[in-house]
């Protein structure tokens, strides 16, 4: 089985736990807060890309009214959970791989945790493709397992389940970021565990071509 074939199996078994454990934004919420506060009512437009239960863009729309909300994920049942959590949203079933089929350009992109499940080539798509969803003046929330790419490899949940994950350095992030636009706004990282005594952080970064373009 292919490690996207094997994630997605994960996924969707694991849905309406992900929908128990991860509404609650816990140690995230630093994160999200400092979101918040760099929006005005002119960003009225959010993408959640690998969505998962909505538990990112549920937060976010409690504190900030978006007129459009758009979830896509992988795993259909993992939008199934996100009828629950953001009804008010619109769910798409999109590998984030293919995100350049997602309608228009948005002010506000989260991607919590899509990286650690993408091959490079897959990954650094998905950064570029940031780039063109975002609008000038928007902020693209990223998070994703820092580490050397020599630890990635299939890994076994709580739940019993395996996933294929893959880590990259923030360094390796934050420059691909900057050959396509971006600038980083914020950065900040959590412990997360050690494998093969080496440390994973779950490193989290704001983004923005705004400040490039000399909007803020």
């Avoid at 959970?81 to 350049?100: N, Q, T, W």
């Avoid at 780039?131 to 928007?138: F, R, S, T």
Wanted: charged share 20%; proline share 5%; hydrophobic share 40%.
């Amino acid at each position: 089985m292919d490690p996207y074939s094997l994630n997605l199996n994960s996924w969707n078994k694991a849905s309406s736990l992900y929908r128990q454990r991860f509404m609650d934004p816990g140690i995230y919420q630093e994160g999200y807060d400092t979101l918040l506060n760099l929006l005005n009512e002119r960003h009225s437009s959010l993408l959640d890309v690998a969505c998962g239960p909505g538990n990112i863009s549920a937060y976010l729309h409690q504190r900030h009214h978006f007129a459009k909300i758009v979830c896509t994920d992988f795993a259909d049942n993992m939008l199934k959970e996100l009828k629950f959590s953001l009804p008010e949203a619109e769910g798409l079933v999109l590998d984030c791989r293919e995100l350049y089929r997602a309608e228009g350009t948005f002010d506000v992109i989260t991607c919590g945790f899509a990286l650690p499940y993408l091959v490079k080539k897959d990954a650094e798509v998905l950064l570029d493709t940031l780039m063109l969803k975002i609008n000038p003046e928007g902020f693209v929330y990223l998070s994703f397992l820092d580490a050397s790419e020599a630890l990635s490899g299939p890994e076994q949940g709580s739940t019993g389940d395996w996933c294929q994950i893959f880590y990259y350095p923030a360094s390796q992030i934050i420059e691909h970021l900057h050959r396509c636009g971006f600038v980083v706004l914020n950065q900040w990282s959590l412990p997360f565990k050690y494998k093969n005594d080496h440390p994973i952080l779950q490193t989290i970064l704001i983004v923005s071509p705004g400040a490039k373009q000399g909007y803020f």
